[in-house]
């Protein structure tokens, strides 16, 4: 079989949402598929790659075009999706970040809506909050009635799509989670500080990461009189931004160690991780922080509530507003000499989540449509 793999995702080396489509190419190169995977010049250069190429995963690359007037032309003269360049796949799987975003990807609709290779669509994004255009709900609802099979990262994403685009999925669609990198036996061990310490792990994009928000609620009282510490893991386009709003707040409580890649080590240093997004599909992040131990304290979007029970492995609050995230946060604080206990059963339900293989799933679900064209 040959598989083709397109990832909208572009503006980031690596990202989370990568990891579902990766681990199910190095599935199908297992089983001795021919895999192409036709990406963004921005996640070419991803470490994670190396594997696939060693595996012999081959690359190619769509571009975006730098004059908007003209794309139609370029795209007529020179197109980012000609069947040779995806290796005359007999399937194709789409992952996306949000279902709008298929549309930024100069040349993907007219490609998608005129090939005959069965298609999968993998969505790792949604919020109730993400408007939709009738012309979107258009363009996106051809895609949507042609794919043979859809993929989504969370119960609430699917339903939501459904919702958003008018249309009933029924038995074409899926739910798989994320797959968790890091599988481990027993929690980290923690070390231990008289502060308490907070973890955000996520790219700096305050629209739906929030971290804003954060900075909002623990540079006032009570978080300033208590002993505490906010450190932000990641890269992003609003690192400046929050950077400046910490400034401004004037805390010293505030660190931003950037991206780090050794989650033993970042998980040894942090008692447990703050999330007040806006918009998800079921973040790594956070399922990885599970793993690792550690009580997750997030907001009542995507897949969170499915994979976390509050007050057993987390805290979820209703939405990410000063609110109700802050009375969430306090909640959380107040019933801190549970996180232990809290933490081991993330780390039980992380393994469960773990152990059903979603790479796995996702590869042998593709490969069920057969090469019917």
């Known amino acids: 079989m040959r598989l083709a793999v397109i990832s909208t995702v572009r503006g980031y080396s690596w990202a989370g949402s990568e990891e579902l489509w990766l681990g199910c190419a190095m599935e ?7 895999v192409t995977a036709c990406l963004h010049a921005d996640l070419l250069a991803g ?7 060693e595996n012999g995963g081959v690359l190619s690359e769509w571009r ?8 139609n032309l370029q795209e007529r003269i020179q197109p980012n999706f000609p069947m040779r360049r995806l290796g005359n796949p007999d399937h194709i799987l789409v992952s996306t970040g949000s279902l709008p975003s298929l549309l930024n990807v100069p040349g993907l609709l007219p490609f998608i809506l005129a090939t005959s290779v069965p298609l999968t669509v993998l969505v790792q994004f949604n919020a109730d909050c993400l408007p939709v255009s009738p012309w979107e709900r258009e363009k996106v609802g ?8 859809l993929v989504f990262v969370s119960r609430h994403n699917l339903r939501l799509a459904e919702r958003q685009f008018g249309l009933c999925f029924e038995e074409r669609a899926r739910v798989i989670y994320n797959p968790i990198r890091n599988r481990r036996d027993a929690p980290v061990p923690l070390d231990e500080s008289k502060e308490t ?3 955000c792990v996520a790219r700096f994009e305050t629209l739906w990461k929030a971290q804003d928000l954060l900075v909002e609620l623990f540079s006032r009282p009570p978080w300033t009189d208590r002993p505490v510490r906010l450190r932000f893991y990641g890269e992003g ?4 931004h929050v950077e400046g709003l910490a400034r401004r707040g004037g805390s010293h409580m505030f660190e931003f160690p950037g991206y780090v890649r050794d989650l033993e080590l970042l998980w040894s240093n942090n008692d447990a991780m703050v999330l007040p ?3 998800e599909g079921t973040p790594l992040a956070a399922l990885e922080a599970m793993m690792c131990g550690r009580p997750v304290i997030t907001t009542d979007v995507g897949g969170n509530r499915e994979v976390i029970e509050d007050g057993v492995h987390g805290y979820i609050a209703d939405a990410a507003t000063p609110i109700s995230f802050g009375a969430t946060l306090e909640r959380a604080w107040q019933g801190r000499q549970c996180w232990a206990e809290v933490g081991r059963a993330a780390h039980e339900r992380a393994k469960e989540l773990a ?6 799933r996702l590869w042998e679900w593709i490969r069920s449509s057969g090469n019917t064209r």
């Open 197 to 199: 310490r907070f973890a």
């Open 355 to 360: 152990s059903a293989e979603p790479a796995r």
């Open 277 to 279: 997004s806006r918009g």
């Open 142 to 149: 051809k895609v949507l009635r042609k794919a043979r099979k």
């Open 47 to 53: 470490e994670p790659l190396e594997t696939f190429r």
């Open 28 to 34: 199908a190169l297992r089983e001795g598929a021919d």
């Open 64 to 71: 975006t075009r730098p004059i908007a007037r003209l794309a």
């Open 237 to 240: 386009p609003d690192k400046g």
